[in-house]
Structures are given as structure tokens and as C-alpha cells.
């Protein structure tokens, strides 16, 4: 079944390549390239080369998924004669910085399958970039947002059959928590850019998603991007149409927060109190650090909390659920297993990648500024959302990072003005002036694939 499943994901690559050759059928390949990223797990649309089921860590294999066949055909469509992306660099940092534990400390093999994810996701990433480029972010966006309504209808069924904390889409509330407020900042700017029904309706299932999913940092986290997305638009675009949206959008998330209190109250948890095992984990990881300050191997925390006895020197209890978890906190985790070296690999590839985004407030050449600033803010969240949970560590949260990392880079590199000579028509971007760069960008490009002519 294993050499089935991958001969599957294997053989897609000629058939993306084929849809993208169609006029017809390519808009649902860019559809397909915002929604699987959500979607393949949950129809098992993977398959590996080496696969460890029982390993005890977040990356079990050298994974191949149905994004991947699919990344590389658009990589292949549409790169040819394309600058290398703006952002590239803190992908670049991010692997490099990643090396010491994939090379001296630890095990070789699990570390593997974590920086092959990684490499996979800076793929993705390139291909975003390059379907943003020839004017696919609408239809991105829309497969994304059938992704996050799927999700949200899953969650909001869970909860009303009786679920105290809906697991979702992914399988587990944090996991699916995580991912979709991921979403929401990019989905909500395009809604109030575009006024389509669907992205309202992303929007929309993604807080009954949050809600039902019970998490704490998860509805917080929902409203705070929310909230900073809408402020974000108005100071932008301060129209009286967009006040009045922003105002509407306010009062749904008031209207909202009892029953997001209500969940709270079932749970038993009515306020930000510290759960002591999370504790334990923290007190574990450092304890860790002490002994290792090179880092014990990426995709190794478990094992080596278990087999060094730290879990007992750090009083987790016993269990499956405890013993096969990692700390909660990200930040952490990637110290205890990739050193302070990895640890500075990750900030820069959020940090550098949300100042980026989140500049184009500030910059009034760059068109669909609105859109870069919400990609930004779904990084500045889901880096705060990361201090609760360690799950962006996983192939899907890390996908949508890279996704929103490429949307940027691509309105950046978009809206720059090309050096002209002799008056010649523009390229692509090439544009005279801002508007029609906006709406290049968020217009299917009939010339995709073709290299750019200055």
C-alpha cells in the first residue's frame, strides 16, 4: 500500500502539468494549490519513500503529499525568466541554520524527515510566489476558502453532536486551530477588497471553527488577527464602505464572544491559568537544553525526553499523552533540538518574512498593500500563537506560512517599476501606476509561463 500511495502522488506530477496546459482546466490547478494544503490529509493524498509510523516525533517519514507533485508543476509552468523571489533569503537562512541538526548531533535519519519537509515547503512556497505573479491569487484564495468552510463545517457538526472540543479538519482542535486562523487574515482582506460571498464564508465557518474547537490561544489569536486585519484595511483604504464593513465585522465578533465563553465554561476553564503539565514540558526542555546546547537532533524531542529520563527528572506524568508529546512552545522546542543556531534559523524566517509584509503599510507604491499587511499579520499571530503550541512544526501549519510568505513576496516583487528603455510597453508588472499593477495582480495573467521582457 505504501509504494501505491506514492506511485499516486508520483504520477499526479504529469497530470498537473497537463491541467496547466489547458486555458480550461489550470484555474482549478491554482484552486487546487490554496486548497490541499488543508485537504490532503484528511483523504490520505500522500505517500512516503521511507516511512517510521511508530517514530516518536512530528515528522514520521521522507514524505511526499499531493501539494508537492503540484508545486513543482507550476514551479515548471510558469518560473521560466522570473526573478528569484524577495523573501527567498529567509528561506535560504532557514534551511542553512537547520544543518547542524540534520549533520552532527542526534540522528541522522529523523532529522532527515524533517528537512526534506522543509525543503518541500520552500518549494511551495516558490510556486505561490509565481502563481501570485501571474495573476492566480484569487483563485488561490478561493481554494483556500473552500478548505476553511469544509473545516469549519466539520467543526461546527462535532460540536453540535456533543464534542467538547471538536478535533476538525486535522484531527485535533490545536492542530486544526492553528492552521485555519492561519488563513483567516489573507481570506478577510480579500473579502473586504472584493466583496466576494465566499471569502465572508471562510471567514465566517473559520470562527465556528475557532469556537468549536474550544482552544483558548486559538479563539484569542482568531480575534486578534481579525481585528488587526480590519484596522489595517481602514487606515489603508479609510472609505466610508470600508468603515461600515469593519464596523459590521466588529460587531460579529462581539456578538460571538458569549458563545465562545460558553465553550470556555464547558471546558471548566474561565480564565489563562497555567496548566501545569505544560509546565513539566517546559521544565523538561530545559533541563534538555543544559545537557545539549547543540541541540539533541531535529524530530528527536521525544525520544530523547524518554530514553535520557528527563520526563521523570521533570515530574510529567506518566501516559501516552504525556510521554509522546512535545513541549507546547515552539520557540523552545526547536531550541532543545536544532540548538540556539536553529532557534535564530526560525526567527529570521518569520520575523524577516512578517516585516517584510507588514512594511507595505508604509509604502504607498505597492499595490494590494491591504493584502501584504494581512499576510503579515497571520505571521505575527501564528508566531505568538506558537509560544502555546508546537504543531507549526508539522507539514500543514507550515505549508499555509508559506503560502502567506509567497503572497507577499509576490505583491512586492510585483509592484516594483522596471527600468525602461526606449518606451517600450511594460512587462507584466511593468505598470504605470498602482491600480492596474492591483488588478494584474488579482486578474488570471494571459501570458503566463512566458518570461518577462523589459
Not at 460579529?252 to 489563562?272: C, H, T
Not at 505583491?411 to 507584466?428: D, L, Q
Amino acid at each position: 500500500m505504501k509504494l501505491l500511495a506514492l506511485l499516486f502522488v508520483v504520477a499526479a506530477f504529469p497530470a498537473f502539468l497537463a491541467l496547466l496546459s489547458s486555458p480550461r482546466g489550470k484555474k482549478w490547478a491554482f484552486m487546487a494549490l490554496g486548497a490541499s494544503p488543508l485537504l490532503y490529509a484528511s483523504f490520505n493524498l500522500d505517500g512516503s519513500f521511507l516511512s517510521w509510523p511508530l517514530w516518536q516525533g512530528y515528522t514520521r517519514g521522507l514524505i511526499l503529499t499531493i501539494v508537492d507533485p503540484l508545486a513543482l508543476a507550476i514551479c515548471l509552468r510558469c518560473g521560466r525568466g522570473r526573478p528569484i523571489p524577495p523573501l527567498a533569503w529567509v528561506f535560504a537562512v532557514y534551511l542553512i541554520c537547520l544543518l547542524p541538526g540534520l549533520l552532527f548531533v542526534g540522528y541522522f535519519t529523523p532529522a532527515l524527515f524533517f528537512f526534506f519537509q522543509a525543503l518541500r515547503v520552500t518549494l511551495f512556497f516558490y510556486a505561490v510566489y509565481l502563481a501570485t505573479l501571474n495573476g492566480q491569487l484569487l483563485r488561490i484564495a478561493a481554494g483556500l476558502a473552500v478548505a476553511v468552510v469544509a473545516s469549519g463545517v466539520i467543526s461546527g457538526y462535532q460540536a453540535l453532536s456533543g464534542a467538547g472540543q471538536a478535533p476538525g479538519l486535522l484531527g485535533h482542535q490545536n492542530f486544526t486551530g492553528l492552521a485555519t486562523n492561519l488563513c483567516i487574515p489573507l481570506l478577510l482582506s480579500l473579502a473586504l477588497r472584493t466583496k466576494k460571498r465566499l471569502f465572508w464564508a471562510a471567514v465566517a465557518a473559520g470562527a465556528i471553527g475557532a469556537i468549536s474547537g474550544g482552544s483558548r490561544a486559538t479563539i484569542g489569536f482568531f480575534a486578534f488577527a481579525s481585528v488587526l486585519t480590519i484596522l489595517s484595511t481602514v487606515l489603508i483604504k479609510p472609505t466610508g464602505r470600508n468603515w461600515m464593513t469593519a464596523g459590521l465585522c466588529v460587531l460579529g465578533l462581539v456578538a460571538a464572544a458569549p458563545f465562545a465563553i460558553q465553550k470556555f465554561n464547558e471546558r471548566g476553564v474561565v480564565d489563562f491559568q497555567v496548566d501545569p503539565e505544560r509546565v513539566a514540558f517546559e521544565r523538561t526542555a530545559e533541563l534538555m537544553i543544559e545537557d545539549h546546547p547543540w541541540g539533541v537532533g531535529l524530530n528527536q524531542y521525544v525520544s530523547v525526553a524518554n530514553a535520557g529520563g528527563y520526563f521523570d527528572e521533570a515530574g510529567v506524568r506518566w501516559g501516552i499523552g504525556a510521554r509522546s508529546t512535545n513541549v507546547h512552545n515552539v520557540y523552545l522546542l526547536v531550541r532543545t533540538e536544532a540548538g540556539l543556531l536553529g532557534l535564530v534559523g526560525l526567527l529570521v524566517w518569520l520575523l524577516g518574512s512578517f516585516l517584510f509584509a507588514a512594511s507595505a503599510l508604509f509604502r504607498k507604491t505597492i499595490a494590494l498593500r491591504d493584502v501584504s499587511v494581512a499576510c503579515g499579520i497571520s505571521l505575527v499571530a501564528v508566531a505568538l500563537h506558537s509560544q502555546y503550541e508546537w504543531v507549526l512544526l508539522t507539514a500543514t501549519p507550515q505549508y499555509i506560512v508559506a503560502m502567506m510568505i509567497g503572497v507577499a513576496a509576490a505583491i512586492g516583487a510585483g509592484s516594483k517599476r522596471p527600468k525602461r528603455k526606449h518606451n517600450k510597453r511594460p512587462t507584466v508588472f511593468g505598470l504605470a501606476n498602482r491600480a492596474s499593477s492591483a488588478g494584474v495582480l488579482i486578474k488570471p495573467d494571459t501570458h503566463e509561463g512566458q518570461s518577462a521582457r523589459s
